[in-house]
């Protein structure tokens, strides 16, 4: 008799613990100055998440901060709860409100990339600290592979990177694309461009060659807010892992962004990431 109580008793208070939670909305999100797309794609996760909890109280929506201090206000705000999104844009974010980096998404079924310099075949440079002096070309200040991790290494290596134009120096302007980036290398406007080594691998690399490789890079991050629930949050990763086992979850995965699955961080992008902040 006593031992049915105690199986009573357990079972109720798991029961409660599933059902209901300090806090009702989830949101999820990434930064975009465009929202509609990403509202949409979006969309299709928190659906998906919302069916697997419709016994549980939570309801799942979507939030699309216009940039990163938008994010960080949100978050610390307790507006938004789940943050996808790249590794620059999530450490600038994390700098400055409390969340948690705990998976990462394989965007358009990448998992990870790397971030090249590269430059004209028949240049005579041959390593980041040939570029002093010399002028390259960056994406955007936004761009993960095409400025973040290729600016931060070169300041780890000791080198100065302004846009001062002083000799002891590495000059740059931003070319705001990729396809301008290549362009300014092939017609000398700058000495190198810097893009990941996935858009370099479609160009001509009998034009180009590369005297730097990053190592790899997760393509998306996951990063959850410390003020969630830790059993809710747990039970949301479980079921973001497991979206690539069935044929809905797969559905979902396509509408965003062709994403293959979601898996938890290694103990190398744990590493990484550290190296980065």
């Known amino acids: 008799m006593f031992k049915n109580n105690v199986i009573k008793i357990f079972l109720l208070i798991s029961f ?14 990434t930064i975009d100055t465009e929202p509609k797309e990403k509202i949409y794609k979006f969309q299709a996760i928190a659906d998906y998440l919302q069916e697997k909890f419709n016994e549980k109280n939570i309801h799942f929506d979507v939030e699309i901060p216009k940039d990163i201090n938008n994010a960080i206000n949100l978050i610390n705000n307790n507006k938004l709860d789940i943050f996808v999104d790249s590794i620059y844009s999530t450490i600038e974010v994390q700098k400055k409100s409390d969340i948690s980096i705990l998976a990462k998404r394989w965007k358009k079924g990448i998992e990870d990339y790397r971030s090249v310099v590269f430059v004209k075949k028949n240049s005579n440079l041959n390593n980041l600290a040939d570029l002093k002096g010399k002028t390259i070309a960056f994406e955007d200040e ?13 300041e780890l290596q000791g080198l100065k990177v302004s846009q001062d134009g002083k000799k002891d120096s590495i000059n740059y302007d931003y070319s705001r694309s990729e396809e301008n980036t290549f362009a300014w290398v092939i017609y000398s406007k700058v000495v190198a461009g810097v893009t990941d080594d996935k858009t370099f691998q479609s160009y001509d690399n009998n034009m180009f060659k590369i005297i730097y490789k990053s190592g790899l890079i997760p393509r998306h991050l996951v990063s959850f807010s410390n003020k969630i629930n830790p059993q809710l949050r747990d039970e949301i990763l479980d079921i973001l892992y497991s979206m690539d086992t069935n044929d809905k979850g797969k559905e979902s995965l396509k509408v965003f962004s062709k994403t293959k699955k979601f898996t938890p961080l290694t103990s190398k992008d744990i590493e990484l990431i550290k190296g980065y902040k």
């Open 16 to 29: 409660c613990s599933l059902s209901s939670y300090s806090k009702e909305i989830i949101t999820i999100g």
């Open 142 to 154: 936004f761009s993960t592979s095409g400025y973040f991790i290729p600016k931060k290494v070169m």
